[in-house]
């Protein structure tokens, strides 16, 4: 188990190292003066020479990269030329919202999933199964946005429910938070919610006809054990794979969520400082965004390990 | 059953097995009608320019916001123009990305994959590539894009495209890597035949069912993925249509003239549904472990 | 003391390419503490039979014939509690992400409801008995960390957990190596001894019906077409059949002057009932007669129930 632990930490490493120079990159890979990128399209002399000091331009590439880096890691990320704030600081407010988004999206998303999926494998061959397929094949043809789009349609402008846009934080006023947040979470877990629901149905059906399944029948063990019990502790493992590989899709989801809502996460955020050429806010996310992924991942595959008995202890005559 | 786990021997793929394929598929009713749905919504495509009832660009001050009606059957938007040929010629965008796209990933992940698969010294460095490429969500990595390249079809079809080169690659080195020690290849490398030979003649084609089967789950992204673009602002520009476009035009007027939002995003939830209607049917047909009972 | 009875067992199968006959009318009976062979090659239906005993068979199986286990029809509960199994695979065949310890406990639960402490103690007491060393360490362990021969004792335990009447195995040793192969026999003979267990042994390995079995039955694409104790049938096979599988064992003395005998052809799929015996189109001395009518399971020369035309007489040896 250590050596797994040390062999994914590794390579963690070296892909995180790989994305910061890719982003680093990205940004110089622009035409015309990195000076002027960075400072802001108009900037005065004064400010660009300032910005060349800092961001050492004039020096060799990878003397630049280093320097990147290093504020990087001490949490310099540049400053906006747009607000004037530090980009760190601007991000910083931008992700609990986000994160409670995302929270309450996954949270529906796998109470949704987890249960359509196994009444779906269960109920083989009957209305409830074709019911909870069919919603998922809908959940994954549906574009997010458009979904969000009717739903405020319907349950914000045809019969006012709840607010269409805006933001409460959970820590200041619970009620109003889940109003505002339903239905962006609904949204935004919706595609998530279709994923798991069928990958569930697919291991699930998987697990129902392996061996160890006839064994359980053959020791007489009745039918809900044999699904809880023995197959969907089997499943569980591949769901939480899936939750760990749709990360990346789910920050997409949050990028368009917040756009439609109107929440002022790191989603909205992203958008904006591509329409106003916010290039240090860009990297900036982009930087944070692909760290997150990294680590997350990394957890995921770790919190797998501990799950998964095969790699938790390792195997005799495997 | 029988306790004896059979192992399937891989015959290399031939004609009766396509064959086979193509009726398991078409006894589907709803891959037949996923299938259906396609053709008529490729050929709308191709054929924009007879089927639009009024040019995409047409403005007509006289009749905005007007809701569906004969001469209109989609309504008009926000400067009187015609909702339905505008998605007609939205389609057309659609599906060149959908096949773009996928064009794109597969002509570079195939290869990689397939090294990946079959080199083992290349497989940690190709993964790590990969995993670097995850790591940025297509959103962002699109995001990223947009502002190097600037906004547009083809800055679409490329972040597209590259999004999908993790999951091609993945799948080529797993198909690589079950293939590469089975019987049939042991033969061929007995008879002779090199590495590219093998690649290229034994393994890739043993692995086109794993890919179609890839293809059948990306192009759905992809398509959804241009509209989600375009409807940002990261993809196709005005005046070009795109059902995103659509959608993001609809957002604005969304009290005053809902159909604009809810014809749009129909044309996108039926063709996706067909493809994945489709995709559903093929991936079932080639699956050998699927058990009538 | 007749323990299982089985009779006319008919199993028919609707796949995609056809209905299929796995099993055609089979009848057999096992005693109590008796050891029966249920023999044939790979697709004679004798796992089918099996499985068929306590419903285990997929949803497209339709089951007819009498089953009766001491007098009555097996139910639902009766599995793993009067009739139990081990299969083929104990690596498939046991939750992986399962503790042995839990998995054995499973059937103590359910059928004696015991939990808790006294649950672990028979647990240790069952894998003692299959002679697993450091039961108690074994307890905790999950299946992978255990050699194949040891996941097949822990198998085992699970199955003779509750006492059961019936033990049905299927094809037991077929995945282990030969060394290891003995001490599941060993297992075996030593539970039928303690606890009076009946076997019904699924396997197409002679050397281990030679072993351990009391008497035998042979099938031959889903029919039963020969049974008799097992000394007798080593000793005068009846139906060309099994004088065709005893003849294809490897024997230094008897194939020293040419190559391994085999049985042209193979075992074909039955879809339909035939009114033919299904062997005559492998069979040495097939005629008109075995082509057009199906032959009964009667006595034949040697006192062994044989579904032939033409049964063997004494001795056809090197024929």
Not at chain 2, 113 to 128: C, E, K, N, T
Not at chain 3, 16 to 28: H, I, K, M, N
Not at chain 3, 111 to 121: D, F, K, N, V, W
Request: proline residues 6%; contains cysteine; positive net charge.
């Amino acid at each position: 188990m250590g050596r797994y632990v040390l062999r994914r930490m590794l390579e963690s490493a070296v892909t995180l190292i790989l994305a910061t120079i890719v982003v680093f990159l990205g940004i110089r890979a622009l035409p015309g003066d990195p000076a002027r990128t960075l400072a802001g399209e108009e900037s005065d002399p004064a400010t660009l020479a300032a910005i060349r000091q800092t961001y050492g331009l004039d020096q060799p590439l990878p003397v630049q990269y280093v320097r990147y880096v290093q504020k990087a890691a001490t949490g310099d990320l540049g400053r906006s030329p747009r607000t004037g704030l530090p980009v760190a600081e601007t991000i910083g407010h931008a992700l609990p919202v986000t994160l409670q988004l995302a929270a309450f999206a996954i949270t529906i998303a796998i109470l949704i999933g987890i249960g359509a999926g196994v009444i779906a494998a269960v109920r083989r061959r009957r209305p409830a199964e074709w019911g909870a397929n069919a919603v998922a094949l809908l959940g994954l043809s549906v574009p997010n946005f458009w979904f969000g789009q009717m739903v405020i349609l319907s349950l914000a402008i045809a019969y006012p429910l709840l607010p269409a846009s805006g933001f409460v934080s959970i820590f200041e006023n619970p009620v109003e938070s889940f109003r505002h947040l339903l239905m962006p979470a609904v949204v935004l877990g919706s595609g998530l919610a279709a994923i798991i629901m069928r990958q569930t149905r697919s291991a699930m059906l998987d697990a129902l006809l392996a061996d160890y399944v006839r064994t359980a029948r053959a020791k007489g063990l009745g039918g809900a054990q044999v699904v809880f019990g023995h197959a969907l502790r089997n499943s569980l493992i591949v769901v939480i794979t899936i939750v760990g590989l749709q990360l990346g899709a789910l920050i997409s989801g949050a990028v368009v969520t917040e756009q439609l809502f109107v929440l002022p996460g790191f989603g909205k955020l992203t958008i904006d400082a591509v329409f106003t050429r916010d290039y240090p806010m860009i990297q900036g996310v982009v930087l944070v965004t692909a760290t997150a992924y990294i680590l997350i991942n990394l957890a995921v595959d770790l919190l797998y390990s501990v799950i998964d008995p095969r790699i938790r202890v390792g195997g005799a005559a495997l | 059953m029988t306790t004896v786990q059979e192992t399937i021997p891989a015959i290399p793929v031939t004609l009766s097995t396509r064959r086979r394929v193509a009726r398991r598929v078409l006894r589907n009713p709803l891959a037949v009608l996923g299938l259906v749905v396609v053709c008529a919504a490729m050929l709308t495509a191709l054929l924009a320019n007879f089927v639009a009832p009024y040019p995409f660009d047409q403005v007509n001050f006289s009749e905005p916001l007007r809701p569906p009606s004969g001469t209109h059957i989609f309504g008009t938007d926000s400067i009187g123009r015609d909702q339905l040929s505008r998605a007609i010629y939205g389609l057309r965008a659609s599906v060149a990305v959908g096949l773009l796209s996928v064009v794109l990933s597969l002509s570079i992940g195939v290869p990689f994959g397939l090294l990946a698969g079959f080199y083992g010294w290349l497989d940690p460095v190709v993964s790590r590539l990969t995993d670097t490429l995850l790591a940025f969500p297509f959103l962002v990595l699109a995001v990223g894009l947009a502002a190097i390249l600037g906004p547009s079809l083809s800055t679409a079809i490329i972040a597209i495209g590259i999004a999908q080169i993790p999951a091609v690659v993945r799948v080529t080195r797993g198909e690589t890597l079950r293939l590469r020690h089975m019987d049939f290849v042991a033969a061929a490398v007995a008879g002779g035949a090199g590495d590219f030979v093998l690649l290229r003649r034994h393994i890739l084609p043993n692995a086109v069912n794993a890919l179609i089967v890839q293809a059948t789950v990306a192009i759905p992204g992809a398509i959804i993925g241009e509209a989600v673009l375009s409807f940002l602002g990261l993809g196709v520009r005005p005046p070009t249509p795109s059902l995103g476009v659509m959608l993001a035009d609809a957002q604005t007027f969304v009290r005053d003239g809902p159909w604009m939002a809810v014809f749009p995003g129909v044309t996108i939830v039926v063709l996706t549904l067909a493809l994945n209607l489709l995709g559903d049917g093929l991936r079932d047909a080639l699956d050998p472990r699927e058990s009538r009972s | 003391m007749t323990l299982l009875s089985v009779k006319d067992l008919t199993v028919r199968f609707r796949t995609e390419d056809g209905p299929v006959l796995a099993v055609d009318e089979a009848s057999f009976d096992v005693a109590e503490r008796e050891v029966v062979a249920l023999v044939g090659e790979s697709g004679c239906g004798k796992s089918v039979t099996a499985l068929a005993l306590t419903g285990l068979l997929p949803r497209n199986a339709s089951v007819t014939g009498a089953i009766e286990l001491d007098g009555s029809q097996p139910s639902r509960q009766a599995r793993g509690r009067d009739i139990a199994y081990i299969f083929q695979e104990p690596m498939t065949s046991l939750n992986p992400v399962l503790t042995v310890g839990r998995q054995i406990g499973e059937v103590l639960r359910k059928h004696q409801g015991l939990r808790g402490a006294a649950s672990r103690r028979r647990v240790i007491e069952l894998l003692e008995l299959v002679g697993i060393p450091l039961p108690s360490r074994r307890f905790g362990e999950y299946p992978h960390q255990l050699s194949g021969g040891m996941r097949q004792r822990v198998m085992i335990a699970m199955a003779v957990a509750c006492k059961p009447k019936l033990l049905v195995a299927d094809e037991p040793t077929t995945a282990l190596d030969v060394t290891v192969q003995a001490g599941i026999l060993d297992v075996l003979r030593n539970l039928r001894d303690e606890i009076g267990t009946a076997v019904l042994l699924i396997t197409h390995d002679l050397g281990v019906v030679a072993d351990v079995a009391d008497r035998v039955v042979v099938m031959y694409a889903g029919r039963v077409i020969e049974q008799a104790g097992v000394v007798a049938l080593f000793a005068r096979p009846t139906h060309p059949y099994t004088r065709g599988l005893l003849d294809a064992v490897p024997n230094p003395a008897r194939h020293a002057d040419g190559g391994l005998r085999e049985i042209p052809g193979r075992v074909p799929v039955i879809r339909t009932p035939s009114e033919m015996c299904t062997f005559s189109d492998r069979c040495w001395y097939a005629d008109e007669v075995c082509r057009s009518t199906k032959p009964l399971l009667a006595p034949g020369p040697a006192g062994h129930l044989v579904r032939c035309w033409h049964p063997l007489e004494a001795d056809h040896a090197g024929a």
